[in-house]
């Protein structure tokens, strides 16, 4: 319990996403005070479900990774979700008007032996770029691919830590047909409490414990567990201790990319493929990729990265739905692509309180994930899949840091 009148509360989580969550499920149970605050009014961070005509839109994260050793694949197990097991359609053939089978094989293989080269050979600028090929034809199309993976181009991408990542993923990469969102936003325990549309706009770690201070007023806490994006923390919207440099050094070594989604409904009878992949131009660097009739869903999935996603914050949904109506036009032909119409649009770059999709590290800084995840003065402790050291990106590698750190403010409040 809070003692006495010194703290409002024991520990104050700030943000409700995969991280969050996880904080609160290892602290719960364990006769501390626990609030969330969050500045959103909805939990789940980066995983959000978006439940529009019937559909369940995921508009951040959709895939479980690595789903063998996902811990949310095993909530979901647990909690009786069904679980679509079967493979993506990422690097299957695409009947393309544009890009022959033959000319998919040179570009799947132009990728394969970039990887090969960074993960064999790295390069010594850390930069994930200079393992291309400089007369590849197909480095555009590795240039999309990285906006989709990562969210940035690849010379700003570190080879160390894109390594790490792939060394640690497997290719099991499962669905939720309610969604990833749903899932994570059901998982906050019942003893919990909740404050939302409470953006904490500054942190003082002075004195004893923590006081968090928002909109309505100051959180007295004995320990905090600071969750939010790197973007969030490299910036001005939260204030931190001058003490606490470091950690926002470490934030503006690890931005998050940009990825953004774009929903199309198929109204009406008409033959577009099912679970299939095209990429609009895979000469194109920042050519997004559209995906057909997800979990048979009349959708068409558009995935923007890099600096296509930048467009949608830039130019607004109506622009954006326009450019990609018309890519379509052009790879559907008319008639089909008439059947199209524009559902919904992620923003997550646009979003004060997040500010990208998710984290890569800057060539030579990998490390800075691990001093982003050091606890301060054993009252300020640090989660968010920025924080983990080989499934950054991920929803289920947010969980993780969540609960690793909900275990040190554990065994520092019992010193």
């Known amino acids: 319990m809070a003692h006495g009148k010194t703290?409002?509360?024991?520990?104050?989580?700030?943000?409700?996403?995969?991280?969050?969550?996880?904080?609160?499920?290892?602290?719960?149970?364990?006769g501390l005070s626990v609030w969330l605050v969050e500045a959103s009014q909805r939990l789940g961070g980066r995983g959000w479900t978006l439940d529009l005509e019937g559909l369940a839109l995921d508009m951040g994260c959709g895939w479980l990774h690595s789903a063998g050793h996902n811990a949310w694949r095993q909530l979901a197990e647990d909690a009786g979700w069904?679980?679509?097991?079967?493979?993506?359609a990422w690097n299957q053939h695409q009947p393309h008007p544009h890009f022959t089978k033959a000319e998919q094989?040179?570009?799947?293989?132009?990728?394969?032996?970039?990887?090969?080269?960074?993960?064999?050979?790295?390069?010594?600028?850390?930069?994930?770029?200079?393992?291309?090929?400089?007369?590849?034809?197909?480095?555009?199309?590795?240039?999309?691919?990285?906006?989709?993976?990562?969210?940035?181009?690849?010379?700003?991408i570190s080879a160390a830590d894109y390594n790490a990542y792939e060394r640690a993923a497997t290719e099991q990469n499962w669905r939720l047909p309610r969604g990833y969102g749903t899932l994570i936003a059901s998982h906050l325990p019942l003893d919990t409490g909740c404050r939302f549309s409470t953006p904490v706009e500054a942190i003082d770690a002075e004195g004893e414990g923590v006081t968090l201070r928002t909109p309505t007023g100051g959180i007295r806490c004995r320990a905090a567990v600071v969750t939010v994006s790197t973007n969030v923390l490299a910036s001005n919207v939260m204030r931190l201790p001058d003490a606490l440099d470091d950690w926002r050094h470490a934030a503006a070594c690890l931005p998050l990319g940009c990825d953004e989604k774009v929903f199309f409904s198929i109204d009406g009878t008409v033959d577009l493929p099912t679970e299939e992949v095209l990429v609009a131009n895979p000469h194109?660097?920042?050519?997004?990729?559209?995906?057909?009739?997800?979990?048979?869903?009349?959708?068409?999935?558009?995935?923007?990265?890099?600096?296509?996603?930048?467009?949608?914050?830039?130019?607004?949904?109506?622009?954006?739905?326009?450019?990609?109506?018309?890519?379509?036009?052009?790879?559907?032909?008319?008639?089909?692509?008439?059947?199209?119409r524009p559902l919904a649009s992620s923003g997550w770059s646009g979003?004060?309180?997040?500010?990208?999709?998710?984290?890569?590290?800057?060539?030579?800084?990998?490390?800075?994930?691990?001093?982003?995840?050091?606890?301060?003065?054993?009252?300020?402790?640090?989660?968010?899949?920025?924080?983990?050291?080989?499934?950054?990106?991920?929803?289920?590698?947010?969980?993780?840091?969540?609960?690793?750190?909900?275990?040190?403010?554990?065994?520092?409040?019992?010193?």
Do not use: C, K
Not at 114 to 135: G, I, N, V, Y
Not at 295 to 302: H, I, S, W
């Open 7 to 30: 703290f409002d509360v024991d520990v104050a989580i700030i943000g409700g996403g995969a991280a969050g969550i996880g904080a609160a499920r290892r602290l719960s149970g364990q």
């Open 82 to 88: 069904e679980i679509d097991r079967r493979a993506a």
């Open 105 to 156: 094989d040179e570009a799947h293989a132009a990728f394969d032996a970039w990887h090969a080269r960074l993960m064999d050979t790295p390069p010594a600028s850390d930069r994930a770029s200079d393992a291309l090929d400089p007369s590849n034809r197909w480095n555009g199309y590795l240039q999309a691919m990285s906006g989709f993976i990562s969210g940035a181009a690849l010379d700003r």
């Open 284 to 340: 194109d660097p920042d050519s997004p990729v559209f995906y057909f009739r997800p979990l048979e869903q009349p959708l068409v999935e558009t995935f923007l990265g890099s600096r296509s996603a930048h467009r949608v914050t830039a130019e607004g949904p109506a622009a954006t739905f326009d450019h990609l109506s018309s890519l379509l036009r052009g790879l559907l032909g008319r008639d089909a692509a008439s059947h199209l």
């Open 351 to 415: 979003s004060t309180y997040v500010r990208g999709s998710y984290s890569h590290a800057l060539p030579t800084q990998a490390h800075q994930r691990q001093q982003l995840a050091t606890p301060f003065r054993e009252r300020l402790f640090f989660a968010g899949e920025a924080t983990h050291p080989d499934a950054f990106s991920t929803a289920h590698g947010a969980l993780e840091t969540g609960i690793r750190a909900g275990t040190e403010v554990l065994q520092a409040l019992t010193r």
